[in-house]
Structure formats: structure tokens, C-alpha cells
Nanobody
Framework: VQLQASGGGLVQPGGALRLSCAAS????????MGWYRQVPGKQRELVAS???????EYGDFVKGRFTISRDYGKNTVYLQMNSLNIGDTALYYC????????????WGQGTLVTVSS
């Protein structure tokens, strides 16, 4: 399964961005798709994830600012990020954890989100 991420860019504090991640090459499966982010010198952290059954998890820092959604027909996950602040500047990585019929994990290329005035 390949993951193609898009939507990063430069935005001012208080602005919004929408990230997209399309999964290709897979078949019907049970999985969790989500977004992680990483800044230099820090561990990669969960931003948000959504399972094939609809279960959603957000990182504690999200605090209602971000919304993850999924188009199951297009195998695409979206992350709407509002009220961005400088601390949200990071490389954002798309992730897929597949649990059935086979167990594997895939990462997309990072997309850079820069929040700056």
C-alpha cells in the first residue's frame, strides 16, 4: 500500500490548512489511517487517527482545533486543521496500520506545515 500525502504549506497563525492522504494498492481491509507529526529533536507524535470502523483518536494538543475524516470509497483520509499556531509547525506524516487480512504498517512522505507570521 502506498500513501500519497498533500496539502502542506505556509500559513499565518490562526489560519487553516487541509491535509489529504490517499492510499493505493490495497484491498478491502481493517485498518487505521492517521496523521503523525515530527519536529527536529522530538519524537513523532500522533495528531489524529480514524479506523475503518469509524473510531477516532486525537492527540492531546489538538484541543478541538483539528478534524479528521475519511472517504472510504476513495481510500483517502483528510485532516482539517484550524486555529493553527506556531507550535503546529512540523513535518506531517500519513500512516496506515493494517490489521486484517494482513498486518503491516505504511508511511507516506512527510508534508511540511509551517505556521509563521
Amino acid at each position: 500500500v502506498q500513501l500519497q500525502a498533500s496539502g502542506g504549506g505556509l500559513v499565518q497563525p490562526g489560519g487553516a490548512l487541509r491535509l489529504s492522504c490517499a492510499a493505493s494498492g490495497g484491498t478491502r481491509s481493517i485498518n487505521v489511517m492517521g496523521w503523525y507529526r515530527q519536529v527536529p529533536g522530538k519524537q513523532r507524535e500522533l495528531v489524529a487517527s480514524i479506523g475503518s470502523g469509524g473510531g477516532i483518536e486525537y492527540g492531546d494538543f489538538v484541543k478541538g482545533r483539528f478534524t479528521i475524516s475519511r472517504d472510504y470509497g476513495k481510500n483517502t483520509v483528510y485532516l482539517q486543521m484550524n486555529s493553527l499556531n506556531i507550535g503546529d509547525t512540523a513535518l506531517y506524516y500519513c500512516n496506515l496500520k493494517n490489521s486484517w487480512p494482513t498486518r503491516f504498517e505504511s508511511w507516506g512522505q512527510g508534508t511540511l506545515v509551517t505556521v509563521s507570521s
